[in-house]
């Protein structure tokens, strides 16, 4: 007779919905990183084409970095406490249907449940036993598509979205000013561009997505953005100089 497997030695897969936040969190750091590399490569490549000194380059890249990312994390945390608040309010009223008729509820549990294709008796079994173990999170799940034990971070996301642009806006920073004089502009459009294939890349994986038009769309993208700020500030130069 064939022995039972141990739990042990096969651990619970991760829950669909935890694996599904971090992907979203993986994504969103990596258009952050996305983010930071153009921005802050078309403020350093418009400042090198209006001047070959680097304090002026200096000081605009790194403006451009801080900027971006406060801009970017206080962005993300007035979104996600938006969000956060919502959710909240939903499951505040949730919880007040549930003491006021928990009946009701119960009959709208197993037909969203039958909706999905379960029979009636089936439906009404499952709405129960989740109901026994945890009506809230029942309820929440299926009727509001909410985790009450997974709620969104304000806080977190806004340092995820800062960190990640700050990382991203370095490479050019470091790029446009490593290279001698006349290197720096070819360097760091090769650098960006080299990069903004890479996150395109790795933004299509994490969604499922083909990964040619994905890096196409970024590489043109940010050869457009480095293109027209470098002729801007070519420009600017001229008439100001």
Do not use: C
């Not at 403006?63 to 909240?88: I, N, P």
């Not at 989740?130 to 909410?146: F, K, S, Y």
């Not at 340092?159 to 642009?165: E, G, N, P, T, V």
């Not at 953005?225 to 002729?231: E, F, N």
């Amino acid at each position: 007779m064939v022995a039972p497997v141990s739990n042990a030695s096969h651990p619970a897969e991760p829950h669909e919905g935890s694996v599904s936040a971090k992907l979203n969190w993986l994504r969103a750091g990596v258009l952050g990183a996305n983010d930071g590399i153009v921005s802050t490569a078309g403020i350093v490549v418009g400042v090198a084409a209006a001047t070959v000194q680097r304090a002026p380059i200096l000081t605009a890249g790194s403006a451009g970095l801080v900027a971006g990312a406060v801009s970017m994390a206080l962005g993300e945390y007035v979104s996600v406490s938006t969000q956060r608040d919502t959710e909240k309010a939903l499951l505040r009223k949730e919880r007040q249907e549930l003491r006021d008729d928990p009946a009701a509820e119960l009959d709208e549990l197993a037909a969203l449940y039958e909706a999905k294709g379960l029979t009636a008796a089936t439906a009404r079994t499952v709405a129960e036993e989740l109901t026994d173990h945890n009506p809230l999170l029942a309820h929440a799940e299926v009727e509001l598509g909410i985790n009450p034990e997974e709620l969104t971070n304000p806080w977190q996301a806004a340092m995820s979205s800062a960190l990640s642009f700050a990382v991203g806006a370095l490479l050019p920073l470091i790029a446009i000013l490593a290279p001698p004089t006349e290197w720096r502009v070819p360097v760091t459009v090769v650098a960006v561009l080299a990069a903004l294939v890479m996150t395109g890349a790795v933004s299509a994986r994490l969604g499922g997505a083909p990964q040619g038009g994905a890096v196409a769309r970024n590489v043109v993208g940010g050869g457009l953005a480095l293109g027209i700020t470098y002729v801007i500030g070519h420009l600017v130069g001229a008439a100001i100089g």
